[in-house]
């Protein structure tokens, strides 16, 4: 599967810009969130829309989605989340996108923390690794991941509480360091990360 860094979907996003018939306002989450909102230096197959829109909507989406693929030989895909793990008042946060040039298309992110723990749900390597590059480029306060984390996620997310846990010690233990991550695992009674070698 082809991925994709930032200045490719930057230039599929404006290609779908202009391919679009009318104004579209969507949030965008997952991979492609980390790399346009973030500079995550990530990379994604595709652009994760989590958005109610109308059948009309999705039917112009989808149509720019194809002018834009064949217009800039980029074979992003559009997907339509209905489900995602975000923290309870990640709508109170989010974040429009500046500096693309759209005409017709407002791009929303989640803050860096929603972004940073929805990510930290799955846990794939490659969702570590975008948590990592927004860390680089937008230092993720400890205590404020922390506390978003126990008071808007844990016990509202879909997923097992337990790994959960887990996935976040670990992703503590990798930005802050073992010592950190083994705390938390203490406080939630998960097993600890493993130890980084190197």
Known sequence: MTRFDKAQLVTFIRSLDRNL?????????????????????????DIDVFTNLSKSQVR???????????????????????????????????????????RKTTIFVPDKYDLALSKTMRGHPHDIEAIEGI????????KTLVDRFETELLGEAVADPRKICLNVAM????????????????????????RSRG
Do not use: M
């Open 21 to 45: 018939e009318e104004p579209l306002s969507v949030v965008v989450i997952g991979g492609a969130a980390a790399a346009v909102g973030y500079d995550s230096h990530t990379k994604t197959a």
């Open 135 to 142: 860390h680089e480029r937008h230092h993720l306060a400890l």
């Open 60 to 102: 112009h989406l989808s149509e720019a989605a194809k002018c834009a693929q064949s217009e800039t030989g980029l074979a992003v895909g559009i997907g339509h989340t209905a489900v995602a793990d975000l923290p309870f008042n990640y709508e109170d946060r989010l974040k429009p996108i500046r500096g693309l040039k759209l």
């Open 171 to 194: 992703v503590v233990a990798r930005l802050y360091g073992f010592d950190e991550g083994k705390k938390l695992a203490e406080r939630w009674k998960v097993p600890a990360p493993q």
